[in-house]
């Protein structure tokens, strides 16, 4: 549960220093605008979709 927090929080982080939406952010990396708000709201994510994102998180990260 805690590697799902701190994505969360790398991604509010992004959202802030890049001034990209919420929604925008959730659309590219998993598909859908609102499963970052439903990851904070406690739903579940597979591991590999968990995975998955924090690559794509990282590569963003990185070119910003």
Do not use: P, W
Request: proline share 0%; with cysteine.
């Amino acid at each position: 549960m805690a590697d799902v927090a701190q994505f969360i929080a790398r991604a509010h982080a992004y959202c802030k220093s890049q001034k990209v939406a919420q929604s925008t952010l959730s659309r590219k990396l998993l598909g859908n605008g609102l499963r970052l708000a439903e990851l904070e709201a406690g739903k579940s994510l597979r591991v590999d979709t968990l995975v998955r994102a924090e690559g794509l998180l990282r590569d963003m990260e990185r070119a910003a």
